[in-house]
């Protein structure tokens, strides 16, 4: 057994326990009342970008465990703040939901996995100090959602956490394994206008589905062999926003049992902004899969990976306030498998930046097999690249040249836009050649 499979099989035994006594325990939230309305900061459209009152302060809020009243209850959620916040950069924020019998300390640090590299499911260190974390404390380890009290929780995190810091309110996120993903679905049905875009990873309908009308951005990631919470289950709680977002319906193909791949699906036909992604894998009630072995793995799976990419893609395209403090120029030439994009970052700001990272997303399709004159990771993707000892250092107006060799399958197309140290770059490209 992995040491993931051991740490939640207890968790597990719980699910199979409550499923089999057909849900009483977890259907308490399936049929809850309306929820409180999240106050007019919070329930901003999920399309209406708007600054949130933290923007601009000296923030109270730091990284750390923090205890809010919500429904008359004590309830703890622990906040990753980024390394060198800006009070006046709006940021992305995701919510990451723990397993049954899981706790808000495994999402934040990891530990279930790996320490560190599986913080908030693998997304901390892909966003690079991009993003705001949660993760919320589930009462007795778990989202049954009696009442709705935690989806109303949730609208108190909110709250709390955009009173005092600066977010970006079209770049709300929730996602969760298990458990999690059930809440993570509960948001989907009754705050369709306040996340978004959810990721449901293993989840099945536990958290109550209040709403469930509106359409919202979807990723499901389930397991072929999944004993705990069926791959069916999962089908069906896609199938809901396969309606809701108006995409054409189909029946997406799956690897193969025995495979040990996976599959990524994106539908056809989807309202605009609505997409939904359909990953499926073979293996069983597990977190963090990966290709060609059985069980967990923090470094191998491409779960985190795909999430980030599904988020990212949300992106929004209006700059910090100020004129951007970077400028790429990227030029592409391609050949019938393979390309270069060589790669001119250029500090357009007032102050030296010491050390950087650029991040960028590649279609799909295009995989790094070489790079200079930085480190890149991961292969595909959401890709950043790091500083090497030569050049960390980019002096007010100079420049900096990188580039990397990729293989495609058809794509040749850049990435269009480029992040450095989490801001937005101005950005000029060249067409393939």
Sequence with gaps: MTRTGSLLWSAVIAVVVVLSMGGTALGRGQGESTPRTVSAMAAASAGAAAPTAGCGKAPALTSGTHTIQSGGKNRNFILRVPDGYDRNRAYRLVFGFHWLGGTSTDVATGRTVETGSWAYYGLQRLANNS???????GLDNGWANAGGEDVTFVDDMIRRIETDLCVDTTQRFALGFSYGAAMSYALACSRATVFRAVAVQSGGQLSGCSGGTQPIAYLGVHGLRDNVLGISGGRALRDRFVRNNGCTAQNPTEPAQGSLTHRVTTYSGCSAGHPVTWAAFDE????????????????RTWVPQEVWKFFTQFQTSNPPPGPA?????????AWNTGLTSNITLTNTGTTVIDGWSLAFTLPDGQTVTSGWNADYSPASGRVTARNVAHNATIAPGASVGIGFQSAHTGNTAPPSSYTLNGTACATTATAPK
């Design 325 to 333: 403090t970077c400028r790429v120029t990227s030029t592409v030439s």
């Design 131 to 137: 993003t705001i974390f949660v993760a919320p404390q």
């Design 284 to 299: 069983g009630h597990i977190a963090a899969p990966q290709d060609g072995a059985a069980g967990d793995s923090g470094s």
